[in-house]
């Protein structure tokens, strides 16, 4: 009999997992509370600008993300970003200053002070973390390494513009894991960094090519090929209520309209928001409520994305570059902007321009949640500020997320164990996507097979 699974939430990841545990050889039946799949990845064509409501790019840097591109027949539909996209901008003085990709840019910038540059040449003097076992958060981290300035200009507003966080919550080994190894393995980043290039074997394979990517249509490409890649069921407008445990097997709850409904399966993958697992009605099992508890307590910064549309005369700023971001101290509202037409060709109507501006974010999440007049207000006021606007936009589009990204905070690892726990005390019932993996597009595809192989290690041993 070909084992049966549920994969909940239709996601990024559920459709990804769905994908992995069908070329398995399993059959697969996909829940989605929503009525359409992607989950943030979601592309609209408006007025002739393409407004993405959540994620804009897909950093393509292994050789196993291109293939998968190409096995589900996207290659045509790639869009490279353009070169200039990799000049960035992030706002000091009240004004956008490039950001040095050179040893010889970085010494001539402004965007740091000559003191905050030795500094940062001192790294390899300064003493390693002693405290073992705490987790220390990125800003600690970052500012005990490389000094104040690193942290308030390169640090701050990468995160904010990242991961909408804060970089005072945000856990250092969980969200820039490898910098911590780095620390751990030779008491310096830059020396860690030495340490391993020395130490890589050289490899005949030449690495992958990085590409910074989208598709003609958006980012909602990907997943729409996903799903039509997806041979089972595909139950939209399928919100999970809850899973009881029957002899040996699962029962999904789910709604269908007024109606309860069920589906029994040998194993489950959620990909649910770990809000949406704490309110999951168990039955049959008992996982430890303080687990349950620790996992509905994951955070989630809200944002908002205000897309912009103007006559290119009218913004001041050449805008040849991927966006700016705007660090904490320069006390601005908004975290970022993105200079959607120049990263991608066709994103907005002939001699025009389209920006998104993102708001709020764990930095000031009360901001996301301003009505749509207000929050405009602010994304006026702060591009004129810095890129100088000539006249009003004459497009505007508004996407909220009031639970935008999860935040990997300080003690973080008792999150994972949580979700560890819970999966101990239900057999078959896996966890997975950005509550539990990672935020990031590509590892949480990468994370697929992972996921498939648990699920194959379950039955075969069932
Ligand atoms: C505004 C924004 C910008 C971003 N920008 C980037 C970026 O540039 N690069 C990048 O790498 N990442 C970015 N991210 C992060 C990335 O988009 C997410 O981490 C990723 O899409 C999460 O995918 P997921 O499948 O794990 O979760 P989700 O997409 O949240 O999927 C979970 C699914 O479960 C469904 N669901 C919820 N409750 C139930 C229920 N009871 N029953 C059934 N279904 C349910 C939801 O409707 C949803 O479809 C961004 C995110 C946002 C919001």
Not at 64 to 84: F, P, T
Not at 126 to 132: N, T
Not at 232 to 244: C, H, I, M, N
Not at 313 to 326: E, Q, R, S
Request: with cysteine; proline share 6%.
């Amino acid at each position: 009999m070909t084992p049966h699974i549920a994969v909940l939430g239709a996601g990024i990841s559920g459709l990804s997992i769905a994908y992995a545990l069908e070329q398995a050889g399993m059959r697969v039946t996909l829940f989605e509370a929503n009525e359409r799949v992607g989950g943030p990845l979601r592309s609209s064509r408006i007025e002739g600008y393409l407004v993405e409501h959540g994620p804009h790019t897909l950093f393509q840097r292994s050789a196993a993300l291109a293939s998968l591109l190409s096995e589900l027949g996207l290659d045509d539909a790639i869009v490279d970003a353009r070169e200039s996209a990799s000049r960035r901008y992030v706002v000091r003085y009240g004004r956008p200053l490039v950001l040095p990709q050179s040893p010889a840019a970085f010494l001539k910038s402004e965007l740091l002070s000559t003191s905050a540059k030795l500094r940062l040449l001192a790294e390899p003097l300064i003493p390693g973390f002693d405290r073992e076992g705490v987790d220390e958060s990125l800003a600690n981290f970052v500012e005990r390494r490389l000094g104040r300035e690193v942290l308030d200009y390169l640090l701050d507003p990468f995160v904010g513009g990242t991961y909408a966080g804060d970089p005072r919550q945000m856990s250092a080994r969980h969200t820039f894991g490898m910098l911590k190894e780095l620390e751990d393995e030779a008491g310096s980043l830059v020396l860690g960094a030495i340490k391993r290039k020395l130490q890589s074997p050289d490899s005949d394979t030449p690495p992958a090519k990085k590409r910074l990517l989208s598709f003609t249509g958006g980012l909602q490409t990907l997943t729409d090929a996903l799903a039509s890649k997806l041979n089972g069921e595909l139950k939209l407008g399928a919100p999970v209520t809850g899973l009881r445990r029957d002899e040996g097997s699962w029962r999904v709850l789910y709604r269908r309209g007024k109606s309860n409904a069920g589906v029994s399966v040998d194993a489950v993958v959620s990909t649910l928001p770990s809000y949406a697992v704490a309110d999951l009605r168990l039955k049959g099992v008992t996982p430890p409520e303080p687990a349950l508890k620790r996992v509905a307590k994951i955070t989630f910064a809200p944002c908002t994305l205000v897309s912009t549309g103007f006559k290119r005369g009218d913004v001041a700023h050449p805008l040849d570059g991927f966006g700016v971001l705007a660090p904490r101290v320069e006390e601005m509202h908004t975290l970022g902007s993105l200079f959607v037409s120049s990263m991608f060709p066709e994103r907005a109507p002939e001699g025009r321009v389209n920006l998104t501006t993102f708001v709020g974010g764990a930095r000031q999440p009360e901001l996301a949640l301003l009505d749509d007049d207000a929050v405009l207000e602010l994304v006026k006021f702060d591009l004129n500020r810095i890129l100088g606007l000539r006249a009003e936009p004459e497009f505007v589009h508004i996407s909220r997320w009031e639970r935008a990204i999860p935040q990997f905070e300080v003690g973080h690892q008792l999150v994972l164990d949580a979700y560890s726990e819970i999966e101990a005390a239900m057999p078959g019932v896996f966890f997975a996507g950005n509550t539990r993996d990672t935020v990031a597009l590509p590892a949480l595809l990468d994370a697929r097979h992972a996921h498939a192989a648990r699920v194959t290690d379950f039955l075969h041993h069932a």
